[in-house]
């Protein structure tokens, strides 16, 4: 059913009810505005998503008793809000959250979402985002869609029909943009480090940021190079044009770039539209260790906040502070050790605060969320080198952390390997 306005189209929902927002680049915001008034008159919703871009609305406080987050992933509109209570954060591996829609261990009532525009036959796109979406809307009770123009037609598990939607309203909308990180020395460094292990004939995934771009940045000389990945950004659109990334070596997909959401710049949305060589797939697939495995090669590049002398890797929080959230970085760590000749890395700069903290560390912050485990963690890497930790015991980690990380506090982390761990190094 048609209406006029996105607050006729939101009214349909009803008290109590368990809602899911279509997340990324592809967040419903004008939407979502709309439901910070509509819910003023609801009581007792709940609304589920990954990152959500331009959602501050939601984080009203007056919104108490009406309307409560519950989000997968943290991202800068609700890390205030989770952190001081008003919201909720469910850690949990990306890969899972659509079996938990279909297993019916989440309820969804109402999935919101934001599609394209319909073609001939009445297929709408989901665009740029399907990740868990699909699962959601699959499970939901009703689907309410913005329709709009300016929403890139994407290819792979994103087709909706119009015939589905319980309401619509046809809205446009700016879609979010994701411009690149500016560069630094630093970002460099580590983008020459990172990119020093990558082969011709690799599949990567990478995630988006100034490191992931430094290392694209350097890979321009390899060959046959694939992606199978969660997410991409605009860093691989110089090497695609190059023709670098022929995806020829893949076993799954031979041919196609696979993601599960993308985010960037204009430039990157227009390489998308309409692509049939960009497929986006539900993320239950895309980040499955069984389909990651499959390729060869599979070289999966992740950060980090923290990383401990025995190689534990911190990633969703700064203590107990919650900063981002699991999302797929185990997923491909692990899938990219199953895969034949794969690796992982995790990348990171070696100090923050402005040099004054080693993220290198003896033991991580009191309350620090392990997303990788010791036992997974392959390549760590910082601008000051690589530590290659698999197979190594407890002393040879060490030692060779403390060797990557800032040279001020390498004699520090030596004292603290014995003091914390027993170790001498």
Known sequence: MKFQTAEQALALIQNGETL???????????????LAIVALEKRDLTLLSLHTEHSQALCAAELQGHLRQRVFFVGSPTRPAVQCGLA???????????????????????????????????????????EATRAAMQSAKKIIAQINPKMPRTHGDSFVHLSDFD?????????????????????????????SLVRDGDCLQMGIGAIPDATLACLGDRQNLGIHTEMFSDGVLPLLAKGVFSNRNKRKHPGKIVTTFAMGSQALYDFVDDNPEVVFLDVAYTNDTSVIRQN?????????????????????????????????QMDFVRGAALSESGRAVIALP???????????????????????????VHYVV??????????????E????????????FREQLARDAYNDW???V
């Open 382 to 395: 910082t601008e000051y080198g690589v530590a290659n930790l698999r197979a190594r015991s407890l002393t």
């Open 167 to 195: 309401a619509y309203v046809e809205l446009e909308s700016d879609i979010p943009l994701h411009l690149p990180a500016p560069q630094d020395p630093i970002t460099a460094q580590i983008g020459r480090n990172v990119a």
């Open 397 to 408: 980690r060490a030692k060779a952390l403390i060797n990557i990380a800032a040279p001020q």
């Open 20 to 34: 899911w927002c279509h997340s990324m680049a592809a967040t419903p915001y004008s939407m979502l505005n709309a």
């Open 296 to 328: 060869p090669q599979v070289m999966a590049i992740n950060s980090a906040l923290q990383v401990d002398l025995s190689g534990q890797v911190c990633a969703d929080s700064l203590g107990t502070k919650i900063y981002s959230g699991v999302g797929g």
């Open 88 to 130: 909720d954060y469910v850690p949990a591996f990306l890969s899972e959250i659509p079996k938990m829609f279909r297993s019916g261990e989440q309820l969804v009532d109402t999935a919101i979402i934001q599609v394209s525009p319909p073609d001939k036959h009445g297929l709408c796109s989901l665009g740029i985002s399907v």
């Open 350 to 376: 070696a100090t923050a605060a402005g040099g004054t903290v080693s993220r290198i560390s003896s033991l991580l912050a009191p309350g620090a969320g392990v997303v990788t485990t010791r036992a997974h």
């Open 422 to 424: 027993g170790l001498l």
